[in-house]
């Protein structure tokens, strides 16, 4: 096994004609050691099935073939898809271990393996959304490291009351367990990015409820959120009616009706839920 350095990176992207695509937020990892520190991080195992999502030019994939048991990797740009599994025949024994699919990553929804293990560098525009939508969709997953721009990490892995904690700490938290797990330099990455990125981790636990329960839920985070200001009985009275039917549903579920909806915790919102009248519940 030989990992990928920046020379062998570059070399790579001319070779396929490539130019990194902002639009894809493309910033290829150029260093070998930052990738083997994210897959001893994410505490990959010889049983593990590793779940990749924009592998680039395969410097992280090499990586993970060199411990997992296998990698799926998940590839948007056509080009990076069909070049990959080249790559990995040349720089590792285990290549045969490698399923490599062309697909938006927000497209899955079944895989043909079930990953038991996220580890990617996730595009900056796209994150949030990646992740959460991995989450609901591949229950087998049930841990993971993902690198993020900073300010996305630390929303990630933001506690209740903090400038930081919103909508995607609540989401995520509906499925996991989120943390920081330190931050990565500009360097590493061809083209340096113009934001700093940081790594987040995750372990899955069992969710508050059923999927009913959890798109009701999602609902009231997002219109708490949309006022993030405004106390919730004023925050939520879009969703009720009134602020005054508003304040019934938060009593009913003994929460502080003057409260903002970034001091809740997962289960706070899952009690407003659950106190509420039916209403129309979409995401």
């Not at 590839?75 to 590792?92: F, G, K, M, N, V």
């Amino acid at each position: 096994m030989t990992l990928l350095g920046a020379a062998q990176i570059r070399e790579l992207a001319e070779a396929i004609g490539l130019k990194p695509a902002k639009a894809l937020g493309q910033n290829f990892v150029i260093d070998s050691n930052v990738c083997k520190k994210i897959v001893r991080i994410a505490g990959v195992t010889s049983t593990d099935i590793a779940l990749e999502i924009g592998p680039g030019l395969g410097s992280l994939t090499l990586a993970l073939l060199e411990e997992a048991a296998s990698v799926v990797a998940v590839e948007i740009d056509p080009r990076l898809a069909q070049q990959l599994p080249l790559t990995a025949a040349i720089h590792s024994e285990r290549a045969d271990q490698l399923t490599v699919i062309n697909q938006d990553a927000l497209g899955i929804s079944t895989l043909i393996s079930d990953p038991t293990v996220l580890v990617a560098n996730l595009p900056y525009n796209v994150s949030v959304p990646v992740l959460l939508h991995l989450l609901e969709k591949v229950p087998t997953l049930r841990s993971g490291v993902v690198m993020v721009q900073a300010e996305v990490a630390d929303r990630l892995a933001a506690s209740p009351g903090s400038k930081d904690y919103g909508i995607p700490s609540v989401k995520s938290a509906w499925w996991a367990e989120v943390k920081g797990a330190g931050s990565v330099s500009r360097s590493i990455f061809w083209p340096a990015p113009n934001v700093d990125s940081k790594l987040v981790s995750f372990t899955r636990r069992v969710t508050p409820g059923d999927e009913v329960l959890r798109k009701k839920v999602f609902t009231i985070i997002d219109t708490a959120f949309a006022q993030r200001r405004k106390m919730l009985r004023s925050a939520l009275s879009s969703l009720y009616g009134s602020s005054a039917l508003a304040e019934e549903v938060l009593t009913k579920a003994g929460i502080d009706p003057t409260l903002r909806g970034e001091a809740l915790e997962i289960l706070g919102f899952c009690a407003i839920a659950l106190a509420s009248p039916d209403f129309n519940s979409t995401k």
